[in-house]
């Protein structure tokens, strides 16, 4: 777990405070670097932070893991329970792709989502590219469940996340916090401290 937070803060730095390459844009010849507002963090009900890689000649199709935060009633973040995702489909990929993403759970059924065994991205829970820089959105009134950030070798890719499943990983977050059976809701409800609450976001 202590590598999925590392892993997990190093991330989500990279989205709001560093910037991630927008890559060239062929009508404006141009180039510039995709933030995730702070307001958005600031109010969201939840954040999943997660990496998957697809490597050598597989069918089409990717794995990885993350870890999962709730807002917790004062304010303060829940926290992390980790899980682990992946993807599948069809034809072969060759060659290598390593994609990080920040979820970013507008509403208490996308985090309720996360407390589940098993769920994948679909139409019962419907994803959208959020949005990026200052004043390019009503954050107040986001309507959309989970707004998606990936970049893929460094560069900004939006929403690329149909058909990704999750699975909770109840060994690490038992390992982790000590305690035999623990759920993901236990721990995105606040019930298993361990002095790890804001680990992840720091001061966001």
Same mark, same amino acid.
């Given at each position: 777990?202590?590598? @999925?937070?590392?892993?997990?803060?190093?991330?989500?730095?990279?989205?709001?405070? @560093?910037? !991630?390459?927008?890559?060239?844009?062929?009508?404006?010849?141009?180039?510039?670097?995709?933030?995730?507002?702070? @307001? !958005?963090?600031?109010? *969201?009900?939840?954040?999943?932070?997660?990496?998957?890689? &697809?490597? =050598?000649?597989? $069918?089409?199709?990717?794995? +990885?893991?993350?870890?999962?935060?709730?807002?917790?009633?004062?304010?303060?973040?829940?926290?992390?329970?980790?899980?682990?995702?992946?993807?599948?489909?069809?034809?072969?990929?060759?060659? *290598?792709?390593?994609?990080?993403? $920040?979820? !970013?759970?507008?509403?208490?059924? *996308? $985090? &309720?989502?996360?407390?589940?065994?098993?769920? =994948?991205?679909?139409?019962?829970?419907?994803?959208?590219?959020?949005? #990026?820089?200052?004043?390019?959105?009503?954050?107040?009134?986001?309507?959309?469940?989970?707004?998606?950030?990936?970049?893929?070798?460094?560069?900004?890719? =939006?929403?690329? #996340?149909?058909?990704?499943?999750?699975? *909770?990983?109840?060994?690490?977050?038992? +390992?982790?916090? +000590?305690?035999? +059976?623990?759920?993901?809701?236990?721990?995105? &409800?606040? =019930?298993?401290?361990?002095? !790890?609450?804001?680990?992840?976001?720091?001061?966001?």
């Amino acid at each position: 777990m202590d590598k @999925e937070i590392a892993k997990a803060q190093k991330i989500l730095k990279s989205f709001t405070k @560093e910037g !991630v390459d927008l890559g060239s844009d062929a009508s404006k010849k141009s180039k510039g670097r995709a933030k995730i507002p702070a @307001e !958005v963090i600031q109010q *969201a009900k939840g954040i999943a932070i997660f990496t998957t890689v &697809r490597a =050598g000649m597989w $069918v089409s199709g990717s794995a +990885g893991s993350g870890v999962v935060m709730a807002r917790l009633p004062d304010g303060d973040w829940s926290p992390p329970s980790a899980f682990s995702a992946y993807t599948v489909g069809a034809g072969v990929i060759l060659g *290598a792709d390593h994609t990080e993403s $920040v979820c !970013v759970l507008n509403t208490d059924e *996308a $985090v &309720r989502a996360f407390t589940q065994e098993k769920f =994948g991205f679909g139409a019962g829970l419907s994803v959208t590219a959020g949005p #990026v820089g200052a004043g390019t959105a009503s954050l107040h009134d986001a309507k959309d469940p989970v707004w998606i950030y990936s970049k893929s070798r460094g560069i900004f890719i =939006g929403a690329q #996340v149909d058909g990704t499943r999750f699975n *909770a990983r109840d060994d690490i977050n038992e +390992g982790f916090y +000590g305690e035999v +059976g623990i759920t993901p809701e236990k721990v995105l &409800r606040g =019930g298993s401290k361990n002095g !790890v609450q804001g680990s992840v976001t720091g001061d966001l």
